[in-house]
């Protein structure tokens, strides 16, 4: 929504290391020209499925899905960061989907696992809205490296 001012802003830094952490959701015209203006880019991926997606985001993954495709066939480096929620996107079936994405992607450095963080409800508190995540926050995390090993791509917890 803002890439006009991050592009203009990225060129007045005359070459210091830039990195765009993005979820993605723009115009393919906006999403491309962030991309090739920075050093790297951070791309969140939640959800390999776009009804799941749609459903605790408010939006399907397909403009996501098409930025990420985009992004594979250009020179910018990037690593995929995949924030882990129980019982949510940190199943086995949706890291293999997530890996069968990136499967072939040349300029894809590492994906990042995430640990869920727990103090997000605390925001909803102080603007005085009840939390209700959807799922059960205490539920140990799956941790399954697998789906993204198996498939050459290098993958770290955080």
């Given amino acids: 929504m803002q890439t006009g001012f991050v592009l203009e802003t990225i060129a007045g830094l005359n070459g210091l290391h830039t990195i765009a952490d993005t979820s993605g959701h723009g115009t393919p015209e906006n999403f491309k020209a962030l991309a090739e203006a ?6 969140g991926l939640k959800l390999a499925d776009s009804e799941v997606h749609k459903r605790f985001t408010g939006i399907d993954n397909r403009l996501i899905r098409a930025n990420l495709e985009q992004l594979k066939k250009m020179h910018t480096p990037f690593v995929v960061r ?19 994405w990136l499967h072939d992607s040349p300029n894809l450095e590492r994906v990042d696992l995430l640990p869920y963080n727990s103090a997000a409800g605390a925001k909803y508190t102080a603007a005085g809205m009840e939390f209700l995540p959807g799922f059960d926050e205490k539920r140990p995390i799956n941790y399954n490296t697998e789906p993204f090993t198996d498939a050459g791509i290098k993958v770290c917890i955080n």
Avoid: K, S
Wanted: net charge negative; hydrophobic share 50%.
């Fill in 38 to 43: 920075v050093d790297i880019v951070f791309f």
């Fill in 82 to 100: 995949v924030p882990l929620i129980p019982g949510i996107t940190d199943t086995d079936e949706n890291l293999t989907g997530l890996a069968g």
